[in-house]
């Protein structure tokens, strides 16, 4: 990365190489190198007062960073006269012309900070951390959201989908890479490197979405198993003394892991993306493939059950989680659901209503994780028992999972139907189920 | 390059695969292409619906670029409405949510349109393009101007310094990317392979920057020559049966070539900072470099000479230019010139003038290097005479060529002097021979 | 390539880092870096002492080349007392053991030297051109055969198949690699780079193997066109101007060149080996072709059918020989032979002699070029009239090309029958033009 | 890998598409396969029947290995009878041609086997473990040192210093190479992934030399600790939790481990080699650095100590040990001898002449790794006391460690004067521990 270390013998020799020496007016407050950064002075020696920026901010305590984001917000936003002046020629006298002059005058200086900035080649994963940080700042503080909101409209630029480069990840993976799916793993963690090293045998697959400014960072990573038909149960696809399967006797890519590494990217979305290119390159290179599905937990279901059920306002979905909670509460109450098939039966219904058809009060599905396959095009295809009995996989879904399938052929209408219409594609199977409590 | 291969593939098998059909309504049109990619069809279907648009744009003809801008202007543009809505909101009560309301009001839907295209691995490249046909249409067409705006923004945005990785092009460098060196090269011409092989030899030394998306097509490159003490004739430099010289004993760094390839990137700078990496790679890998110039062409000091100081308001401007045109004028006048010491200085003066006294209207210096160099905070350090006696050099300069001395220790100071006071800095032989004629 | 930095860097401060000081008594002369390379001093200074013997020898003129190959015959041959005696205790008591020692004895030691000129990672290629100056000496001096025998013997070993990396050249490969293309393109000149540009189009495909020791130096390449129908005439496909067809609607790939770059790795046969790589690589990826064949020269058909013909002990060969030579030494006489079809079918018909009956004393055939493909187990399929109609073309075979056919299905069988039986394989329109002349 | 995959997939159809199919007579039998690998037909089919080889001797029991070693060294050995005729030839009258003919009378066709056996890619790793089932089978069977002499021949020419490339090892490095790092380590054992990362954190280095036909497969690793000072224990350098230094300020690189992973490399040395590149690569890159030596374990000294020393004829030795050995034996005897200053300085003593004097009946070092060292020219620095306290440390050398000295500029004059007389380099200060015991 010739570039890199370029760039870092700069900033190390620095200040000196060009200019900014010790004996000048050094600007060690940051909001003098933010200003120092924005001016003239910014184009001839930005590298080094963005590197100083970065070391500093760096140093900061907890209070320290509200008050940077605080100036951010306040000293660094656009100057309100200007917009004002221009919000009322343009309301004068409508016009192409004002309509950009307007635009102009309202863009904040904050994001061409963070543009200069972005001239470190660490920038971009700099800004990453600034936007995970104002993140958890920004709930208390809605003065900040403005600030978040700059970060995320840079970001979603720099992010932008024909710049994410999908490689395999495998064994020949450099160390450094395959530590941060250690690190990473949201949904199934991986204990240590020889499970790792399971997830990457010849029966699985896994993909990761790399940034070119961030070559040792993977942004998105998805891990698949190739089975033979739909899989239900987790627990196998984890084992790390499971046989290795032969991938070209595979029919089923089984989605079992779809995990967002950064914080700082939260809510700028590729995961469609994702999701087909890796889906176009399993059949490219195992083209005895047929089938693409996940399986996938299901986050709130239990809590669900536990307290919205019983009082909703539907009276079949009352009656059935009155009639399931004690029988689950009890010592061994799930396998007591399972022996009894109308208990089981409600389970399934509830589950079916709850990632199908449960809003929030803004009119999308309750589940994020049905509304993110659903909303990508796919079909709620099978509710699994005993899916994952994890602690986790109980304490979240009574130990349900959930596939959704992704069949290339029904993507875009599905995903069509499921926003203008808010309409859930489901198998059959899952209709039948979901029936009683619609 | 994994990724291209897979995103051609899904655009080849593409529509069918995902279900953007033949058989269902295939908008053939750019406008509803356009449409449908910024709908929530564009989230299901977007690298299939950006590839069709790629295609039809290519088919058009002058004709119908234009009224693809236009459409662009006009169609894609933000809701006057709404913008004039939150416009007054904002008159009515000035806010930072006010503002920020007001800039996304104001954000051109247009800018969202080429963000998708660029889902496309060769997006970035498309849209390069799509700025230089509308740097082609803008001048007739003022309405247009808009739309070159937020071009230039969006593709500013993408070519933020840290994604642009600097490379040493060599012998060993791809021939595809050499190729483009002869087609690109503008300052002197590279006739052939094997000229373009001299200029690789160990005395020479050639960069580019690239960006991630374009990764067989440098933005930037610089040509250096090695050499003992300052260079101040070309034609040396080009001759491709110069003897090579050992880089190790070379105490001077020569940029002779500096060119942008891109007309699609025009007015998007990053010239000071690729010289400053060109020169901190040079200081890191050959230490005995202490001196970093240019040698530069005078683009327009005959046409000046010839037609502005004839005319010039100070009387000494115009004194020695009756006196030299005349004898230029004539057969052999150029070494006439030269023989004639008092002559001979009055070019040197003029030329000194126009290059770091006369300014535009605007208040900038008309020569558009001077303005690069001396903006990147160097020095004007040494007019040559005889420097380059192609026809070319004597048509732009009469053969004189000018070197900018590029000092680290003064880069900052120089650029902050000629950015806030318009000082110009200059050696004292430069100084001496512009005296007469400030 | 961090270890030929790091090992010319030992080089460079070579012998003062490892203590083969210019103070020590440095063998300034070339037997005596020799003797001390094979010695104890050689293990432990190894790479300064090859590193000097590589630029003691780059100085000699040709008569001090010859004196080291004398050397090398005379003084680094294996001791003939030792062999003697070894080779009497074996006549004594034949054994296992006893012939290893015998191995042992008869090794010479300049395959050891050699060998640890080899540490230098520039040693492979400096061996290789030893190679390339003995065989210009061997000639008249029959005693510097043994070293000849040596030096192929040690390549041969290093070059062993599975080291040889298969790649495809493009117009991506480095400049430095084309070059070599251009250099050494031996069966059809390549005048300049355009013409380079056109032989790597999409319709073409070029190969070549590559050793680890000599990364920028390709040791075989293979130029194909991919044609529709097996091709008779080169000219088209050398035409810089050819429309590029499109490779996927080929179904006859035309393997038109196949060039050995190295004259120092002359006898050391892979070329079966490439073919079949090739072969399969074309196999792979376009998987629409069904016909491999050559497009082949016919080097010496003019010079036997003018020197040879005419004598031959056929009388039909003779009589043929005679109607047609009278006609070809005339002016148009090629155009005439091809306007009777009678004097045409005989110059088929001896061409077809030339190649597959034709034989040396030692039973092999005449043309170097037939013996080459046919021994990979092709077949010889198609006389092609007008063929190459250049000078060299004209010179070679009166403009006659042959097509040589690689059929996957029959290529061991073919070897078999050629190297056991000395039976050529033919096609039938061939095994009838060949017929009147067995 | 391109190669690779070409040349798996050629073996894969293999049989088919080289028409050496099933059908007809397939040499199921080993002795069948190797002899048509050796014939014309291996000419043809090579890759296809080397392939069969490696995968038939793959299913061989023990009982078969030995049965196909004998083959090798009864049916493919030399021809006696050639042998004789050519040795009788040469007795009556000696010449270098006679000498050429004997060496290839001698030269047995099993090495022109296994060279052909590298036509796979495969083939060189193959030919490795060949060897090391080899060094297993050839104690009990003197009859089968020949093949283990043809195999280490063909290695020793394959693994020549020049092919062999140095790479630095970092957490960057794919997986699949760091595995095998934690699988080789043979001086001090890594006990995990989070060991192995400290062991490669900033103030390490590990270097492990590369053959291009084992990309993955490490032959020999070293594992550097940067450090202020000669380090004399180990235990700091491998505590994972020991705080990470700045490598800029270290003086001083302790090679603390040195592993040859290959067994079937067994005897064919490129250590002096590999040593002195990495030498200089950390002077290059570390320029701060002063001193180079090992931290070495003393393998033998306790059992020579208990076995050898007490029965020694020198009475010196005699009388050091059994004054030792009673304290030694008892609870905490080693803290005893360390705190009585006579004891510890016999100790030290014995150690001194066990590594510097104790000589084989050949008449070299009885200690394997100070015959290394000594050999490449390192001088025997200095004794540490507990310098190793695990349980391995203890029984190999009672806790002592000892450091080999890398002095470039008394390498060579060390090596020749060890070699040629014998003579061992110590520090002053080792010398005077020896002294007494001489």
New interface residues.
Partial sequence: M??TD??N??ADRGLE????GRGRALPEDLPGICRALLS??G?????ALARELVALYGRLDAAGREAFFTLL?REF??D?DA??T???A??AE?S??G??A??EA???PRRELL?RI???????EFVIDLRADALDLVDGKP?L??VD?DLKH?L???F?????????IT??????I??KLIQYEAVHAIP??EFL?RRLAEDRRCYAFFH??LP?EPVIFVQVALVRGLAGKVGPLLDPDAPVGDPAAADTAIFYSITNTLKGLRGISFG??LL??VV??LQ?TLPNLTTFSTLSPIPGFRHWLETVAPQHDRPAIRAAAEALLPVLAGEGGLEAVGADKALKASLFGLCARYLGAELRPNGRLIDPVARFHLG??ARLERLNWAGDTSPKGLEQGWGLLVNYLYD??????N??AF??AGRVATSRAVARQLKPYL
């Fill in positions: 010739q570039i370029l760039i013998s700069i190489l060009f200019a900014f003239e002075r184009e001839a020696s930005g590298i917000a936003g656009p309100h917009i004002a221009a919000a009322r343009f309301v409508p192409a012309d309509a950009l307007l635009a309202a863009e904040p543009r972005n001239m470190l080649p660490e920038g971009t003065e959201r403005i909101a840079v979603t630029s720099w932008s989908g024909g710049f994410l480069e999908l490689c395999r064994w020949e993976t450099p160390a450094i395959l530590e240590g490197w090293r070119p400014a040792n469609s993306f087909k290119h176009a390159d490219q990508n095009g290339p052929a029904e993507l875009e209408q995903h069509e926003v203008n």
